[in-house]
């Protein structure tokens, strides 16, 4: 079940060595520290001495964090009306802005319902207007697209 030689690192980081698996084991009970695996990819397997707990607080915090950059990558959304009123336009510049300045991808995109459909011209010309009402600078990922339910342009900070 367990290797006979392993590579063993240190509580600081720097590696001990490479030594029977029962020698790290005492070793880390003299230390009052735990024997934990790192990998086992590798030939020796690597184990580490240290606290448990704080190895496994360390590695989930990695992750979470890992997790949050994948999320910073994903694309926002704001969602424009045919028939929207100019002051929920300005409230959703607003909120472009804001992804804008966080160096998020935004995508805009119009639905069209019913004989919406039929205006499509109308409907560019609204989200062309839309565009312009943005004032910071911004450069145009996907171009403008038509797809069965309406618009969508994609857009990101220059």
Do not use: C, W
């Not at 607080?57 to 704001?78: D, H, M, N, V, W």
């Not at 935004?106 to 039929?118: A, C, D, F, P, S």
């Not at 171009?143 to 342009?153: A, D, E, S, T, V």
Request: proline share 6%; glycine share 6%; charged share 35%.
């Amino acid at each position: 079940m367990f290797p006979n030689q392993i590579r063993l690192i240190g509580p600081d980081g720097k590696l001990i060595g490479v030594m029977p698996y029962e020698e790290a084991l005492l070793k880390a009970k003299e230390q009052h520290l735990d024997l934990v695996e790192i990998t086992r990819k590798t030939t020796p397997p690597i184990y580490k001495l240290g606290d448990y707990t704080k190895i496994k607080y360390e590695k989930e915090k990695k992750e979470k964090l890992q997790k949050f950059k994948e999320r910073q990558g994903a694309p926002k959304s704001i969602r424009i009306g045919f028939n929207e009123s100019t002051h929920d336009l300005m409230t959703k510049v607003k909120k472009i802005e804001e992804f804008l300045n966080d160096n998020r991808m935004v995508n805009i995109e119009m639905r069209l319902r019913g004989r919406e459909k039929t205006h499509s011209d109308l409907a560019k010309t609204k989200i062309e207007s839309f565009l312009n009402l943005i004032p910071s600078s911004y450069k145009i990922i996907q171009p403008l697209k038509k797809y069965p339910q309406g618009f969508i342009i994609t857009i990101k900070k220059k």
